[in-house]
């Protein structure tokens, strides 16, 4: 199913065939029947079809993930190969949070690899680990949500995210356009575990709605922390533009509020000069989110 990770993606993305066929310069029905064989060979729809439109369902998603996954595998895999054919110029060690290798890392990492010719290693945990790999030196650069606390590393903002809450498709709250976490403040919490960057945003945002939220499940996964609220276990804030594959018994409503965004920014030691390939990384994705 390798050779299906390419056009699955952008149909999921998309979720219209005749766009994706015409951006694979492919027939419509030649993708359909594509989409046909990968469904038979899982023994389950992908898609749930309204008409002429698709929407992904849960199946679909978590395909879609590892679709994702096994796409980055091969781009890395050409990478390696051509690093053997024409060597590059330095290693980038880069750490950054889980929840930023499906979308936000793979694309910077493209995009400059597109103008350098260098290596990166990749390292993903927690953001108060992540913070301690470039406090050691063991990584050059990290990217990382919230700020860190403290001087000894430079923060360079890089884009925000809108934070939601989510909350089951069955809640009381589920359609609304709005919601202030003040009005969950009785009820359980899903969260990120300690150490994570969610979790440290949580705890801030309930303390200046002057209450402890009641923890009930903890999770290393925003992907899991978004099932245990679909399956009615409590409610949890999540980032909305790079939420998790959500599934559809989860409603995730944009919080009310003067703090309703999450700050991703990139960060580095500030006593100790970057090699030539990581500043020129790092200079790189600072001039990137200045143009976005």
Do not use: Y
């Not at 699955?8 to 419509?28: C, G, K, P, Y």
């Not at 290393?220 to 949890?236: D, I, K, M, Q, W």
């Amino acid at each position: 199913m390798l050779g299906d990770t390419e056009w699955f993606v952008d149909l999921a993305e998309s979720e219209n065939v005749s766009a994706t066929a015409r951006r694979l310069h492919i027939s419509q029905p030649t993708l359909s029947r594509m989409l046909a064989r990968l469904e038979r060979e899982l023994g389950t729809p992908l898609f749930d079809r309204h008409g002429k439109r698709l929407a992904l369902n849960d199946r679909g998603r978590i395909f879609l993930t590892h679709a994702r996954r096994a796409r980055a595998e091969l781009e890395a895999a050409r990478h390696e190969i051509a690093d053997l054919i024409d060597p590059v110029e330095g290693t980038i060690h880069l750490s950054f949070l889980h929840s930023f290798g499906i979308r936000l890392v793979p694309e910077l990492i493209g995009d400059f690899r597109r103008e350098a010719r260098v290596a990166f290693t990749l390292t993903q945990d927690a953001a108060e680990t992540i913070v301690d790999h470039v406090r050691a030196g063991a990584a050059d650069l990290a990217i990382v949500s919230p700020r860190p606390a403290g001087t000894d590393v430079v923060w360079s903002p890089l884009l925000r995210q809108r934070l939601g809450l989510a909350v089951p498709g069955d809640h009381r709250l589920a359609g609304r356009s709005e919601v202030s976490l003040g009005e969950v403040s009785e009820e359980p919490f899903v969260s990120m575990a300690q150490g994570f960057g969610m979790r440290r945003i949580l705890e801030e945002l309930c303390a200046e709605a002057d209450f402890r939220p009641d923890i009930t499940f903890e999770s290393s996964e925003l992907g899991t922390v978004a099932g245990l609220v679909g399956a009615g276990l409590g409610v949890a804030v999540l980032p909305i533009e790079d939420a998790p594959q959500v599934p559809t018994s989860v409603s995730v409503i944009p919080l009310a509020g003067s703090r309703t965004w999450r700050e991703i920014g990139i960060i580095w030691q500030r006593d100790r000069p970057l090699s030539p390939a990581a500043a020129r990384f790092r200079d790189f994705v600072v001039a990137r989110s200045q143009r976005e």
